[in-house]
């Protein structure tokens, strides 16, 4: 499922680019449904590295699961039930950090080139922070659907790819 | 008169002609874009991406032995669009017909709207089989005469002449969308027609090309949070005050204009409840409406998508009353169908003049018709090698797994650069005009 939705994204983004050389002008139609079954396939590729993510995050020793058949330590249940909630919420602060790394790293990029066309406007590279909050609105959605936890690549170019998406459906 | 489909005892399917060029190697601009019969069934318009529009006209039924229904052919070819360029927009306007809609017709002229993705243009097809003789200002090669050599005056006599047949655009109504139109419909008050586009739907009147009312705008403030475009809309048959537009989310809304300027907010929603079952990457897409057409009743209304055709009680809104899979088999194939972009395909459907078929066409050159009412259904296939006078179609299967028989075609040797996207059905008779690319096949039922 995880290397069929990232194959999925790089045929859409593929796509969504040929879109813009294609004689008539950009079709709103067809950029709206390859951008939608992007964002679709980097949903499910989100959900599964954050899950998978979870697991790697229970492995590690000083977060027992309250589940693990494993002896516990002097542990009470009410810090076990604490420590769970924190393993559940670490997902996200690597990958802020990461994220927080990846767009300065971008804005240092982007300083070096020459004068940029004012369709590419600065608010479009700061995709990282909406496709967060798309993330987090969708993802109960998704958890609802059938996953299976695979092992990936890192996100990054996914969300990237929504920059681009978006910015194709504004361009019209 | 009933579309037996089954191939049973009421009638057979037959070939009965094929336009176009035989040559393996099709010229883009040739590939048929939009195909309609007029109200009469007597013309037969069909536009091309090349911008041109070629009219069939049906010569009077022959009284031969065998005898046969009258056949079509080329009554008017002329250049509808040509290719323009938006300087502001750097934008190329292809010229590609996108739909033609005939006007009823109100005296020996014909009229029909023609669109490309920006601009409506309104012809008037006449005939002329006389000419004025006798000009006192000019000679009969057109040269000026000498007014020194007048010497007495004539009357201009109309002499008969060979008959020919002008194409003329009357009306052209241009700069009203944004983005590409992508459908025409001519309502039933003979005054007024709607063009739509992906997200705004404009109603004309056919004598004022400066100015037309918007009535649908689906524009969201921020363009980023665009979820859906309009794909398809059409004025109700009788009640002019009624249209109804698609959408690319598989919903249909209804319209009626007496309700407010704007009809933003539909009078009726129509939406099946999605199958979860079947969710996958590609739901979206396939659940996109690509044609809409009201039944000639005008109580029902039936939708096209990417699978399926669904026929609609227009008192019904919460699921269809009909539902028919086209091609099923290729629910497993979405994938392949996403990357080879076929599954970007605008199939349209069309009903009989009874409305107790429909029909609409699929891969390999394959057409669908479903009878209604017998609930039987047939595939056939356009294609040269049928192409005997009064041949009959034999029935196509596809197989779908398991031990392929002998005359099935297996899914995965079916040819995806051959489909037929555009059909018509005779508003009376039992003829059909199927696209394929380049070529336009006329069958009709077998005369006994």
Known sequence: MDVEAKRIMALSISKLYSLRTQRGGLRLHRSLLLSMTMRAARDIYHTVQLLKDTEEEQVVPCAPDAATEEPMETDSPQTLIQTSKEVAMKPHEPKETLDEDKENRYASERQSRKRRGKTALEPDFLPLKKARMDTDEEKQHLQSEVLRTNNGNSCRQAETLTAFANRAIVAC | ?448
């Not at chain 2, 739909?99 to 993705?117: C, E, G, V, Y």
């Not at chain 2, 001519?186 to 063009?195: A, I, M, P, Q, R």
């Not at chain 2, 979860?276 to 039936?302: A, C, L």
């Open chain 2, 1 to 448: 008169m009933m579309a037996g489909v089954g191939g049973g005892n009421d009638f057979q399917w037959c070939f009965s002609q094929v336009k176009g060029a035989i040559d393996e190697d099709v010229a883009e601009a040739d590939i048929i874009s939009t195909v309609e019969f007029n109200y009469s069934g007597e013309l037969l318009a069909t536009g091309d991406k090349g911008g041109r529009v070629v009219i069939f006209q049906r010569e009077q039924e022959s009284k031969n032995r065998p005898p046969s229904r009258g056949e079509y052919n080329v009554y008017s070819t002329f250049q509808s669009h040509e290719p323009e360029f938006d300087y502001l927009k750097s934008l190329e306007i292809e010229e590609k017909i996108n739909k033609i809609r005939w006007l009823p017709q109100q005296n020996a002229a014909h009229f029909l709207l023609s669109t490309n993705d920006k601009t409506i243009k309104l012809w008037k097809i006449s005939e002329r089989d006389k000419r004025a003789e006798g000009y006192n200002l000019k000679d009969e090669d057109g040269r000026l005469r000498d007014p020194f050599r007048i010497t007495s005056l004539r009357v201009p006599v109309l002499m008969p002449m060979d008959l020919m047949v002008e194409a003329s655009p009357r009306r052209i109504f241009a700069n009203a969308h944004t983005y590409h139109i992508n459908s025409i419909s001519v309502n039933s008050d003979y005054e007024t027609y709607l063009s739509a586009d992906d997200l705004r739907i404009n109603l004309w009147h056919l004598e004022i090309t400066d100015r037309s009312f918007n009535i649908v705008d689906i524009k969201p403030a921020n363009m980023e949070e665009l979820t859906e475009v309009i794909t398809a809309a059409e004025c109700h048959p009788h009640q002019c005050n009624v249209f109804v537009y698609s959408s690319s989310k598989g919903t249909i809304r209804l319209c009626d204009m007496r309700a407010a300027a704007l009809c933003d907010r539909h009078s009726k929603f129509f939406e099946e409840p999605e199958d979860p079952s079947s969710r996958s990457f590609f739901s979206e897409i396939i659940s996109s409406i690509s044609d809409v057409k009201f039944s000639h009743s005008g109580r029902y209304m039936m939708t096209r998508d990417y699978l399926s055709v669904k026929v609609w009680d227009l008192n019904m809104e919460n699921r269809p009353v009909e539902t028919y899979q086209v091609h099923e088999y290729l629910r497993s194939k979405l994938c392949s169908l996403y990357e080879n972009d076929c599954i970007f395909d605008k199939f349209e459907c069309c009903w009989n003049g009874s409305d107790s078929a429909i029909m609409t066409g699929s891969y390999n050159n394959f057409f669908r018709m479903f009878d209604r009412n017998t609930r039987r259904d047939i595939t056939l296939e356009a294609s040269r090698e049928n192409s005997k006078p009064r041949a009959m179609l034999k029935p196509r299967k596809v197989c779908t797994g398991g031990k392929r028989k002998k005359d099935e075609i297996s899914v995965d040797s079916l040819d995806f650069n051959k489909k037929i996207l555009h059909t018509a059905w005779h508003p009376k008779e039992n003829v059909i005009a199927v696209a394929a690319t380049n070529n336009l096949y006329i069958f009709q039922d077998k005369i006994n």
